[in-house]
C-alpha cells in the first residue's frame, strides 16, 4: 500500500449504549497510532502506519473510551448557518436573516448578513460567500506583506481544510482556510503573515519567526487564541 491515506469508517456501539463514529486513516508514513477528535464531525479519528482489523480497532476503541468521551463532552457547541443565528466575522457580531424572496443573493448589510433563496441552501450559501470574502481580504493582505519583504506569491487558494489554518509550497501559493475569517482580525494578520514569512523561510527557523514578528509585532498572542479557540471555528457553519 502507498504511503497515502486510504480511509475506513465505522461506527462502534460501547455497552449497547454509546456509539462511536471512528474514521480509520491509513498511512504507511505514520511513526505510531494517533488518536483525535475531529470537531467538526465528533468523529474519532486514528492514524496509523499498517492495516489493523475490525477487532483490534474495536479494543483500541474500548480502552481509551473514556479519553474519548471526555474529549468529546469537551467540544464547544456547533453554530450552524441558519435563519437568526450569529457568528463572528472578523471581530463583529453578524446575525444571518433569510429573505427567501430576495433576489439579491447573499449581502452583508452592516452587520446582518442578507441570505435569499431556499432554506435548505443557506448554509452552501453562506460558505461560499465568506470563502470568496476570505479571498478578498487575504489577497490583501499578502500582497502588502508580500511587498514589505520584497517576496512574490503564485496563487492564493481558500479551503476549507482540517489540519492548518494556512500553507505555503515552495512555488509560493499560499492555501488559506475559509474559517479563519471568522477569527478576530489580528488572527488574521498572523496568519498571513506566518505564510508570507514563509516566502522567504521553508521553515520554522529562529530568522522566520523574525520575520514573523516584523510583519506583526503581536503575532504571539494570535499564536495563542488559536491554539484556545480554534475548535469554535471548526464548530460553525
Partial sequence: ??????????TITLNKKQSIKVQIKYNSRAKHTILRIDPRTDALIITVPKVLSPSKIRRLVEKNANWIFDKLSL??????????QTFN????????????DNLGGVKLINETLMVSGKVEHISRRIKDWLKNYAHNILVHKVRSMAATLDASFGRISIR????????????????FSWRLIM???????YVAAHEVAHLVYLNHSK????????????????KNWLRINGELLQRVG
Fill in 160 to 175: 476549507d481544510n482540517r489540519s492548518s489554518w494556512g500553507s505555503c509550497s515552495s512555488q509560493g501559493n499560499i492555501t
Fill in 1 to 10: 500500500m502507498n504511503s497515502e491515506n486510504k480511509t475506513y469508517c465505522n
Fill in 75 to 84: 467540544l464547544p457547541p456547533k453554530t450552524p448557518f441558519i435563519d437568526g
Fill in 89 to 100: 466575522l472578523m471581530g463583529k457580531n453578524i446575525i444571518i436573516c433569510h429573505d427567501p
Fill in 207 to 222: 530568522d522566520f519567526w523574525d520575520t514573523v514578528g516584523s510583519l506583526d509585532a503581536n503575532y504571539q498572542q494570535s
Fill in 183 to 189: 477569527a478576530p482580525e489580528p488572527v488574521v494578520d
